[in-house]
């Protein structure tokens, strides 16, 4: 008979005991499917939060999910919601992670101003629930906050961790209530918790109404033959933006310095949405002016002209700094967006060409 110390799923279980557990919310969002895959590569056993819904919300996940039932899973979904403290408490203390990412949120600026209450308890109260849940647990954990450039708002730029905050929407005005808890509960109670301030990062994993999403999928439809217009609002906001796949690694830095802190993530670069525009459309040989129409709608309330990083901090303390530049990230989300509709850039170009060469 063999030895129970001989099961798979025994030494897998003694494996498991020894590896680092990491706990993830919105792990099924851009930046949690991306630091779920970064923790699974160095070792991490990783939980995540997915909230119950009628159809499966997990696509960005679906590539790293095994069956829980395989003694080399390393990756597990728990149901629950940032709006339910019993829940979260319950999770924390059975799970015992090493390290909490609190990534869950209402995140849609321009949707803020029209569901402000959900807002805040999702993006603000939330994270107090998580917190709390950390405090009265007692667990020896390190927790991570994902903070927003957002809260800088109307400050001038370039904006740091001494910069001051003048929030501009609802969700701004969230992030920096859980910002405060956060610094409150490190001050107040010792826990090892930090502000990741990231500026804009995106990914062909971003959100499809998030605007560089929205122009690259644009781009890719009109390409295709399925779409002539695109409607937007503000071309002239400007933002630092990177790419979500070199963040999630600053996030993951932070949390294993021995002294817990706030840090600044950013490019140091800013474009404004015209020049999104410009290297998006211009990637595929088509000019954006020919397509792209203003819609009132999608002006916020409080506008942010102007949200520029200044990561020194970040470089000299933790190391970081970022790899994809601008451009590159701009034609990697329109490749992915071209792929899904059958096509690639290069094609795309060549046939606009060829098109008006013919014409």
């Known amino acids: 008979m063999a030895s129970v110390r001989s099961d798979p799923m025994f030494a897998a279980a003694v494996e498991r005991s020894t590896v680092k557990k990491a706990l993830i919310t919105g792990i099924t969002g851009q930046d949690g499917s ?8 160095k070792g991490y056993e990783v939980h995540g939060l997915i909230r119950r819904a009628s159809t499966f919300n997990t696509d960005r996940i679906e590539h790293l999910y095994k069956d829980p ?5 390393r990756l597990f979904l728990h149901y629950g919601d940032v709006a339910s403290s019993g829940n979260l408490s319950d999770l924390v203390y059975d799970i015992r992670p090493n390290e909490i990412y609190h990534l869950a949120a209402q995140s849609h600026v321009r949707v803020s101003f029209d569901m402000p209450e959900y ?4 993006t603000g109260l939330g994270t107090v629930r998580l917190l709390e849940a950390i405090r009265k647990s007692g667990i020896n954990t390190r927790f991570y906050q994902a903070s927003s450039s957002e809260m800088f708002g109307s400050t001038p730029p370039p904006q740091n961790e001494a910069t001051p905050f003048q929030p501009q929407s609802p969700y701004a005005a ?10 409150t509960y490190r001050e107040g109670y010792g826990i090892h918790a930090s502000n990741g301030i990231l500026f804009n990062h ?16 644009a ?4 390409v295709a033959g399925k779409q002539d217009t695109l ?4 071309l002239d906001a400007k933002r630092d933006w990177g790419y979500a796949p070199d963040f999630v690694e600053a996030m993951w830095l932070m949390l294993q310095q021995d002294t817990p802190d706030d840090y600044v993530i950013g490019t140091g670069e800013a474009h404004s949405v015209r020049e999104f525009l410009d290297e998006a459309f211009g990637y595929v040989g088509l000019d954006w002016r020919t397509y792209v129409r203003i819609d009132e709608r999608y002006y916020r309330p409080n506008e942010v002209d102007y949200l520029l990083a200044d990561p020194t901090k970040a470089r000299e ?9 601008f451009r590159e990230l701009v034609h990697i989300m329109v490749d992915a967006d071209l792929e899904q509709v059958g096509l690639d850039a290069q094609a795309a170009s060549l046939d606009r060409v060829t098109t008006h060469h013919l014409t």
């Open 231 to 234: 409607f937007l609002g503000n």
């Open 69 to 73: 039932h395989e003694a080399e899973t």
């Open 34 to 41: 991306y630091l779920a895959e970064f923790l699974l590569g």
């Open 202 to 217: 995106e990914s062909p994993r971003r959100g499809e109404t998030f605007v560089t999403r929205k122009i690259t999928r």
């Open 317 to 325: 303390q933790l190391g970081w700094q970022p790899r994809t530049a």
């Open 219 to 222: 781009v890719a439809a009109i």
């Open 174 to 183: 969230a992030k920096l209530y859980a910002y405060w808890l956060t610094r």
């Open 119 to 122: 807002t805040g308890d999702v």
